[in-house]
């Protein structure tokens, strides 16, 4: 049995235009290169000035300060006046300080990795530009489902989408667009300020960037899906992840009611839940999938068997683009009935099949050269895992494939963050046994299942690896 790590080529890796939470890009293979310290800078009081209200830092923004102290940041840096950038909002806002400060000093604002490199810090803990000190970081962490909630609740009240319509609303204005008093919009509007992801210049509050990718209905990179689920499936469930690690079983199912040891059994006594769950697991397969399809051929394949293939969206995707395929979706049987209505393409009707059944119970249907196990591998032990790609490599002819995609962590062990906050759902409340496993395992549990070559894809986007076993 041969085990190949591939990587595709760089023309092959250009970064989709639907990114799931984050773009993907091609990470440089270049050393880093760290400007020495001023002196400041190593005392750990380091102030960035921004002069507009976007949120960022631009460059030559970055200077180093004795804050607080009576000197300018130019005057204590040795450097050039603070650069302007000539942005909607021309007041000079107040400088923030990263690193180990003095405890009124904070870091607020959205910086670019390179700026903080020339200021002399870390980029340690920084998503898209995002970084914290060490004290609100302990904060989002222990208030977290404050900060949860404050997001869900201006999503369910549309204070982004309002914001955005009116070009900006100072409090008063919002609170009665929205039909809230004054003090619980002021209350939402320093949250939100907080968390970044609204800004205000002057009177006037508006949305941030990050906002705007993420939160408005809108775009194309919106989680509102994943809010929901969270908010209606996920959340219920976690305090019991103390109980669930004692019993290595899924203890926080007990929230949910119906029958079946696992949320996908017990949702189909749900059917409004089922709906909001698989609304983000269709809207997660889109974004993730459609780097899939940029990067593999999928042309030599004639039928395909996609388990666990949930509402449809990654089979009708694929034979939308390749019109000589046939795709059969094989999921229970209440998962096919929903996914079999959203199709009305008469090509695609004939082309998407369902086929009702129990993953690992039944048998695969047959006739496939092709099978993809893709957002399945996550949910099971490893165990069990191997065991259904075993049963697929029994349902294949000589010669064919079975594509394992899924979501992973690093082979250390040790990140994303993403991998280490979902897992414990997959404990808790999924099946009681999965959890973000790295590309490694995926492809130890090809080899082990009897595949004869094995082939690791890897920089697939959105923190997903591909790999292939050939029978």
Same mark, same amino acid.
């Given at each position: 049995?041969?085990?190949?790590?591939?990587?595709?080529?760089?023309?092959?890796?250009?970064?989709?235009?639907?990114?799931?939470?984050?773009?993907?890009?091609?990470?440089?293979?270049?050393?880093?290169?760290?400007?020495?310290?001023?002196?400041?800078?190593?005392?750990?009081?380091?102030?960035?000035?921004?002069?507009?209200?976007?949120?960022?830092?631009?460059?030559?923004?970055?200077?180093?300060?004795?804050?607080?102290?009576?000197?300018?940041?130019?005057?204590?840096?040795?450097?050039?006046?603070?650069?302007?950038?000539?942005?909607?909002?021309?007041?000079?806002?107040?400088?923030?300080?990263?690193?180990?400060?003095?405890?009124?000093?904070?870091?607020?604002?959205?910086?670019?990795?390179?700026?903080?490199?020339?200021?002399?810090?870390?980029?340690?803990?920084?998503?898209?530009?995002?970084?914290?000190?060490?004290?609100?970081?302990?904060?989002?962490?222990?208030?977290?489902?404050?900060?949860?909630?404050?997001?869900?609740?201006?999503?369910?009240?549309?204070?982004?989408?309002?914001?955005?319509?009116?070009?900006?609303?100072?409090?008063?204005?919002?609170?009665?667009?929205?039909?809230?008093?004054?003090?619980?919009?002021?209350?939402?509007?320093?949250?939100?300020?907080?968390?970044?992801?609204?800004?205000?210049?002057?009177?006037?509050?508006?949305?941030?960037?990050?906002?705007?990718?993420?939160?408005?209905?809108?775009?194309?990179?919106?989680?509102?899906?994943?809010?929901?689920?969270?908010?209606?499936?996920?959340?219920?469930?976690? *305090? +019991? #992840?103390?109980?669930? @690690? &004692?019993?290595?079983?899924?203890?926080? %199912?007990?929230?949910?009611?119906?029958? =079946?040891?696992?949320?996908?059994?017990?949702?189909?006594?749900?059917?409004?839940?089922?709906?909001?769950?698989?609304?983000?697991?269709?809207?997660?397969?889109?974004?993730?999938?459609?780097?899939?399809?940029?990067?593999?051929?999928?042309?030599?394949?004639?039928?395909?068997?996609?388990?666990?293939?949930?509402?449809?969206?990654?089979?009708?995707?694929?034979?939308?683009?390749?019109?000589?395929?046939?795709?059969?979706?094989?999921?229970?049987?209440?998962?096919?009935?929903?996914?079999?209505?959203?199709?009305?393409? *008469? +090509? #695609?009707?004939?082309? @998407? &099949?369902?086929?009702?059944?129990?993953? %690992?119970?039944?048998?695969?249907?047959? =006739?496939?050269?092709?099978?993809?196990?893709?957002?399945?591998?996550?949910?099971?032990?490893?165990?069990?895992?191997?065991?259904?790609?075993?049963?697929?490599?029994?349902?294949?002819?000589?010669?064919?494939?079975?594509?394992?995609?899924?979501?992973?962590?690093?082979?250390?062990?040790?990140?994303?963050?993403?991998?280490?906050?979902?897992?414990?759902?997959?404990?808790?409340?999924?099946?009681?046994?999965?959890?973000?496993?790295?590309?490694?395992?995926?492809?130890?549990?090809?080899?082990?299942?009897?595949?004869?070559?094995?082939?690791?894809?890897?920089?697939?986007?959105?923190?997903?690896?591909?790999?292939?076993?050939?029978?």
């Amino acid at each position: 049995m041969i085990a190949n790590r591939v990587t595709p080529p760089m023309s092959a890796l250009t970064a989709s235009s639907s990114p799931y939470a984050v773009a993907p890009t091609i990470p440089s293979r270049s050393p880093a290169r760290t400007a020495p310290p001023s002196a400041a800078a190593r005392s750990g009081l380091v102030r960035i000035v921004a002069a507009d209200c976007t949120g960022g830092i631009f460059p030559g923004a970055a200077e180093a300060s004795a804050f607080p102290g009576s000197r300018s940041a130019s005057d204590a840096a040795g450097g050039a006046p603070t650069t302007r950038h000539p942005g909607r909002c021309r007041r000079r806002h107040a400088a923030t300080t990263i690193g180990s400060s003095p405890r009124n000093c904070r870091l607020v604002g959205t910086y670019g990795p390179e700026t903080l490199r020339r200021a002399g810090r870390s980029t340690m803990g920084i998503d898209r530009h995002v970084a914290l000190t060490e004290a609100d970081y302990l904060r989002l962490l222990i208030h977290g489902t404050t900060a949860f909630e404050l997001v869900r609740t201006s999503l369910e009240l549309e204070i982004f989408e309002h914001l955005e319509s009116s070009g900006g609303m100072d409090a008063a204005r919002l609170a009665a667009t929205i039909g809230i008093q004054a003090q619980p919009a002021r209350v939402m509007l320093l949250g939100l300020c907080a968390l970044r992801l609204v800004e205000k210049c002057g009177d006037t509050y508006g949305n941030t960037a990050m906002a705007r990718r993420k939160l408005l209905r809108s775009s194309p990179r919106f989680l509102g899906a994943l809010v929901d689920v969270q908010a209606k499936v996920i959340n219920r469930a976690l *305090p +019991d #992840l103390a109980e669930s @690690v &004692r019993r290595g079983t899924n203890v926080g %199912l007990r929230h949910l009611p119906g029958p =079946g040891t696992t949320l996908y059994e017990r949702l189909t006594a749900h059917p409004e839940l089922q709906q909001v769950f698989y609304a983000n697991m269709g809207d997660a397969s889109r974004k993730a999938f459609a780097q899939l399809l940029e990067r593999y051929d999928f042309s030599t394949v004639r039928h395909a068997v996609d388990v666990g293939g949930g509402d449809g969206t990654n089979a009708i995707e694929l034979a939308r683009r390749y019109r000589h395929l046939t795709v059969t979706v094989f999921d229970q049987e209440s998962v096919t009935r929903l996914a079999a209505d959203r199709i009305e393409d *008469p +090509d #695609l009707r004939r082309r @998407v &099949r369902f086929h009702a059944g129990d993953i %690992l119970a039944d048998p695969l249907p047959d =006739g496939a050269d092709a099978v993809f196990v893709f957002h399945i591998f996550e949910i099971w032990s490893r165990k069990r895992n191997t065991e259904l790609l075993r049963k697929c490599r029994a349902a294949l002819p000589e010669g064919g494939i079975c594509l394992i995609y899924n979501f992973v962590s690093d082979d250390a062990g040790t990140g994303s963050m993403s991998a280490g906050l979902v897992s414990p759902y997959f404990l808790t409340l999924a099946s009681g046994e999965g959890m973000a496993y790295s590309a490694a395992d995926m492809e130890q549990a090809a080899l082990d299942a009897g595949f004869s070559h094995v082939e690791r894809y890897e920089d697939m986007g959105f923190s997903h690896a591909l790999v292939v076993g050939r029978r």
